[in-house]
């Protein structure tokens, strides 16, 4: 229900746009969010979106250099990742929860591997 893509490899200090198609689900009701699993390590949350775009939350190693965005109309959420560093590295997971104010993320995408080199 949720497809992850626009992974990859580039160097540090480059910039990677990352994409999570939504499907079998209302798209605009969700509150969206993008997590990043290193390996060995557990997911770790980088942003969220609330249901209309107009509210946004990042982690602090997040905040100033990515920007997440969603277009209801496309059913799609985005996340705009500039200035990346080798720890940003890992598998980017996009998810998905009805609950405004908090919980568990209902749904995840199958992830996008992001690998920043120095």
């Known amino acids: 229900q949720l497809q992850a893509s626009g992974g990859g490899l580039v160097q540090a200090g480059g910039s990677l746009r990352l994409s999570c198609v939504a499907s079998?689900?209302?798209?605009?009701?969700?509150?969206m969010a993008w997590f990043r699993q290193a390996p060995g390590t557990d997911s770790k949350f980088v942003a969220r979106i609330n249901p209309s775009g107009g509210s946004t939350f990042y982690a602090p190693s997040a905040k100033d250099r990515f920007t997440i965005s969603r277009d209801n109309s496309r059913n799609t959420l985005h996340l705009q990742m500039n200035s990346l560093k080798p720890e940003d590295s890992g598998v980017y997971y996009c998810a998905a929860r009805e609950s405004e104010v908090g919980g568990n993320y209902d749904f995840w995408g199958q992830g996008t591997q992001v690998t920043v080199s120095s």
């Open positions: 079998e689900l209302t798209f605009s009701l969700y509150t």
